[in-house]
């Protein structure tokens, strides 16, 4: 015989499962909100931190700063970036700010925000007091003109951390330390810099590891020696790898070349830069008590800089008959 569960029991079960139910798609609802309310405050804040040429922009050493305030054992700039590239991560700003954020529990998250968005506020404020408008007064013709507020010098868009990929042969321990000591000067000066002595280690593959650099880089500075230019005619160890890359990449790129940089390190411009390579122009870093100067030609060609800025057009003079 057949014994069936009392029918009221039965319904306040199947009423208590729905009850259940609801509740669970009404807090994945409210989840899914409070992400979509995030994403929405943070593209807000970042549209008022992306202001390049403004007080209010926030570069990555800027944000992480203000992250370390909050966790200061939290990686520097460089680390984290290394890190991202690593792990084959986007390095662009918009994406990797926000997964930062999400790192923090909602609270600390919220005390971030709130410390930008009072540094942005503190940035307006300083540019009001600085932007005051100038008068000049003009006189032609015994009439003065009209007041007029100068006009802000135009900006050009700059490479927030451009990655630079060195390409050097080992031809001495002091050479060696050379190349640590510009790599090491790079990193201070927001480059993030692809070196064999940072990233290469026991195990990894050599070959893979110059492909990959050359592919990731925004520049490739090619520092010569006659050494170097020795290794690379003969197509000789990594040296010689690198260079029948550059050469292929060249080809292609020979009227338009922007990536690859030469350097003239030691002796002279033809003992040590390959033929191929002289037809384009050098940095000539071969003395030492001019390093200085010639690292800053470096920077400007490393963020697209050019060394003499080029006056702004004037206006058509009124020609008198």
Not at 20 to 49: C, D, G, P, S
Request: net charge negative.
């Amino acid at each position: 015989m057949l014994i069936y569960p009392y029918q009221e029991a039965m319904c306040d079960f199947i009423t208590h499962i729905n009850k259940l139910a609801v509740n669970l798609k009404n807090h994945q609802t409210k989840q899914e909100n409070m992400e979509l309310n995030w994403v929405r405050e943070y593209n807000k804040l970042f549209e008022a931190i992306n202001q390049q040429g403004l007080p209010t922009y926030f570069s990555g050493n800027r944000f992480i700063g203000i992250i370390r305030e909050f966790d200061n054992n939290f990686a520097d700039y460089t680390q984290y970036i290394n890190y991202r590239q690593e792990k084959g991560l986007s390095t662009s700003r918009k994406n990797y700010y926000y997964d930062i954020l999400m790192l923090f529990k909602e609270d600390v998250r919220k005390q971030i925000i709130e410390r930008i968005w009072e540094e942005v506020e503190n940035s307006k404020d300083k540019e009001e007091e600085t932007q005051k408008p100038k008068e000049i007064n003009i006189w032609f013709e015994d009439k003065i003109s009209i007041v007029e507020k100068e006009e802000p010098i135009a900006t050009t868009e700059t490479i927030e951390s451009p990655t630079v990929f060195i390409s050097y042969s080992w031809d001495d321990e002091d050479h060696k330390n050379w190349i640590l000591g510009l790599a090491n000067k790079l990193i201070e000066n927001g480059v993030t810099v692809i070196l064999d002595r940072y990233d290469l280690k026991p195990g990894k593959n050599m070959m893979h590891f110059m492909d990959d650099a050359i592919k990731k880089a925004d520049k490739v500075v090619m520092i010569f020696t006659e050494n170097y230019k020795l290794k690379a005619e003969k197509r000789e160890g990594g040296v010689g790898y690198e260079y029948s890359i550059f050469n292929v990449e060249l080809y292609k790129k020979i009227t338009s070349n922007e990536k690859y940089i030469p350097i003239l390190k030691n002796g002279t411009f033809d003992s040590s830069i390959p033929d191929f390579i002289q037809q384009f122009i050098s940095i000539n870093m071969t003395d030492n008590f001019r390093f200085d100067e010639k690292f800053n030609e470096l920077l400007l060609a490393i963020y697209d800089k050019p060394q003499i800025e080029k006056p702004k057009l004037g206006k058509r003079p009124s020609f008198m008959e």
